[in-house]
């Protein structure tokens, strides 16, 4: 496993740490964010334990993370960020979501590693893996459900999509009672989502990191 450099660390662990300030320049205020509060969003089922992290609007195949988590129901948390904004001569401050995260185990992460899909080369990691966030969207979502949960993002708008708002609509769910399956979305950056796997000290799953459209990253 390839350790990531500290910047990067210390972003990853700031994105859940209220009160941090994140980037930028002390004498540029719009050039940083400063994490304000972490809440839950909602609770998704996980039947197969095979996630995929990927754009609901792509019309490709999934991408499937390569690790598996325990069968079951996680919470996902939503860190939220404020963003002192530049607008006509005047700062206004903007919150914003900083990150999602799938909550796998209350313990905290000692490691960060860039999560890979099935059967991508571990080089990639270095290349900075991730998948086409088609919409500037990402979702979390259950592998054997992926058809069912993503069909009605194919065939028109949220209003007509049937999915349940949350967060003022920063995120919307989804639930397929068939498969007992759910699907939760979340913005990411434009074009390119990244997902981040939080290790815990005996190297499990501790928590799928997924940062949001923020203004400012290591790797920017």
């Not at 509060?37 to 609007?57: A, F, H, M, N, Y």
């Not at 185990?105 to 080089?123: H, I, K, S």
Request: net charge negative; glycine share 10%; with cysteine.
């Amino acid at each position: 496993m390839s350790e990531v450099r500290q910047e990067t660390r210390e972003y990853l662990d700031g994105l859940f740490t209220p009160g941090v300030r994140i980037g930028g320049d002390p004498h540029t205020p719009y050039s940083w964010i400063e994490i304000a509060e972490l809440k839950e969003v909602t609770t998704i089922r996980l039947p197969s334990g095979r996630l995929v992290v990927d754009s609901p609007w792509s019309t490709g195949a999934p991408r499937e993370l390569a690790v598996r988590v325990p069968p079951g129901e996680y919470p996902v948390d939503v860190s939220w960020a404020d963003w002192p904004r530049l607008a006509d001569g005047y700062y206004t401050e903007h919150r914003m979501c900083a990150a999602t995260r799938l909550r796998v185990r209350d313990e905290p992460v000692a490691t960060w590693q860039l999560a890979l899909g099935v059967g991508e080369d571990p080089a990639l990691r270095s290349a900075g893996a991730g998948y086409d966030a088609e919409e500037a969207m990402g979702c979390f979502a259950d592998a054997t459900a992926w058809q069912a949960l993503t069909g009605p993002f194919r065939q028109g708008p949220a209003a007509e999509r049937g999915t349940e708002d949350l967060c003022e609509g920063h995120f919307e769910l989804l639930r397929d009672e068939e498969h007992r399956a759910d699907l939760l979305t979340f913005g990411v950056p434009e074009g390119w989502g990244q997902v981040w796997e939080g290790l815990a000290r005996d190297g499990g799953i501790a928590a799928i990191v997924a940062p949001g459209p923020v203004p400012t990253s290591p790797w920017d």
